[in-house]
């Protein structure tokens, strides 16, 4: 197919008109620290007849330029895309795209022989805010977290297609702000729907579901650390709690591990987990447990295991969830270090970005105490690199993790 593919247009045209908008005298100073986000209450002067999804121009003052962003009417005001003068036009999406794309072939050979599932555009990190694409092989799966980046959609599927022309074949439209603008179509923007996915990683299989899975389909942010588990798992027993789909399970089995225990709230999810066991050669030594995790970890029939895996959901999505997601993870991390084996390995982790890295590290030090097990701590763990992290915006990194050996 490749980049002369027909789009499904969700809009007649893009959005190119460009409106300005003032800040505050002294305000121009703090965009010298290049953040990626401007909030309402630096703003002075805003246009009459500016809606939400809108380009436009920050000027200080002065009226001198600044940089160009999307407008939202919430807390933050602009998502920059650029500090230089410059059309947002179909080079721009095509520089920006096929600049991220080199970034990945360079530093992280992605996409590679035994990896071909990857983070194509991790927002601030590659300077887009607000969008989120996830390559699956030959689909590329476009989430859109600002209204903005909805309105610019074909310009930016016409510039994935261009960029992996012969590589990506269809493009697949899963946004919250696509579903609330009342534009969406099928979902499907370019090539033919396909329902399930065979992808790679680290030479591992795995289903996805772009349509029904979570997120975009699969968490690929925990490509290395799953890596990781399946080095430290040969000839030992693992619980993977909170398995989802059992990325870390399957990693386990084909490193070698003894005995591996899948357990998710979601039956939907310990499906796939099987699903995705059965392309193990050692499948036998699996087994997926359907319940609450917390509940699961309370019961004294359960073992204690060589490794233990806590990778849950974001307990905190708001300053105000801070302080009980905090009491959460204290709680969850408690009972997971009851059930490792002395000399044993928790992998522990957040992606709950309003907890921060050492709010998340002083809470396993409180769960530690309260359990009274000796810890060491033998690696600071986090997302892999095509989630990369802009240096002006620590914001980016999210996810954290501690590999820790138990006495």
């Known amino acids: 197919m490749g980049q002369n593919m027909a789009l499904q247009r969700i809009f007649a045209a893009d959005m190119t008109e460009v409106k300005k908008l003032t800040l505050n005298k002294g305000r121009e100073k703090s965009m010298e620290r290049r953040h990626p986000w401007i909030f309402s209450g630096a703003i002075h002067k805003i246009p009459a007849g500016l809606d939400d999804g809108d380009l436009v121009e920050v000027r200080d003052y002065r009226d001198q330029f600044l940089a160009k962003g999307h407008y939202a009417g919430g807390s933050i005001a602009v998502r920059i895309l650029t500090f230089e003068d410059r059309p947002c036009d179909a080079n721009f999406w095509a520089e920006k795209i096929g600049n991220a794309a080199s970034y990945r072939r360079r530093h992280l050979s992605l996409p590679g022989e035994h990896t071909n599932a990857f983070r194509l555009i991790h927002g601030e990190g590659d300077g887009l805010p607000g969008l989120v694409v996830d390559v699956y092989k030959n689909v590329a799966v476009i989430q859109c977290h600002s209204f903005g980046m909805l309105q610019s959609i074909d310009l930016i599927a016409q510039s994935i297609l261009k960029v992996y022309d012969g590589v990506i074949n269809a493009i697949y439209l899963k946004s919250e702000e696509a579903l609330k603008s009342g534009k969406r179509p099928d979902g499907w923007l370019a090539g033919n729907p396909v329902e399930k996915i065979m992808v790679l990683e680290y030479g591992h299989q795995?289903?996805?579901?772009?349509?029904?899975?979570?997120?975009?389909?699969?968490?690929?942010?925990?490509?290395?650390?799953?890596?990781?588990?399946?080095?430290?798992?040969?000839?030992?027993?693992?619980?993977?709690?909170?398995?989802?789909?059992?990325?870390?399970?399957?990693?386990?089995?084909?490193?070698?591990?003894?005995?591996?225990?899948?357990?998710?709230?979601?039956?939907?999810?310990?499906?796939?987990?099987?699903?995705?066991?059965?392309?193990?050669?050692?499948?036998?030594?699996?087994?997926?447990?359907t319940a609450n995790v917390l509940e699961y970890l309370k019961s004294e029939d359960v073992p204690e295991y060589d490794v233990v895996i806590i990778d849950p959901p974001a307990f905190a999505k708001s300053v105000a969830k801070r302080h009980n997601a905090v009491q959460a993870y204290k709680r969850l991390n408690a009972l997971a270090l009851t059930k490792v084996k002395p000399g044993g390995l928790l992998f522990t982790f957040s992606c709950s970005q309003v907890v921060g890295t050492q709010l998340f590290y002083d809470t396993i030090v409180a769960a530690a105490i309260e359990v009274g097990r000796e810890v060491r701590v033998i690696q600071h763990l986090s997302q892999g690199g095509d989630h990369p992290v802009n240096l002006f915006h620590p914001e980016g990194h999210y996810l954290k993790g501690l590999m820790l050996e138990v006495s």
């Not at 968490?219 to 990325?247: I, P, W």
């Not at 939907?268 to 030594?285: K, M, P, Q, R």
């Open 206 to 289: 795995f289903i996805v579901n772009v349509e029904t899975g979570q997120k975009t389909g699969f968490f690929l942010d925990q490509r290395e650390n799953r890596n990781l588990v399946g080095l430290h798992s040969a000839q030992k027993t693992v619980l993977n709690c909170f398995c989802y789909t059992g990325g870390f399970s399957v990693f386990a089995l084909n490193g070698g591990a003894s005995a591996v225990v899948s357990v998710d709230i979601s039956k939907t999810a310990t499906a796939i987990v099987d699903e995705n066991i059965s392309f193990c050669e050692n499948a036998g030594l699996h087994e997926s447990v």
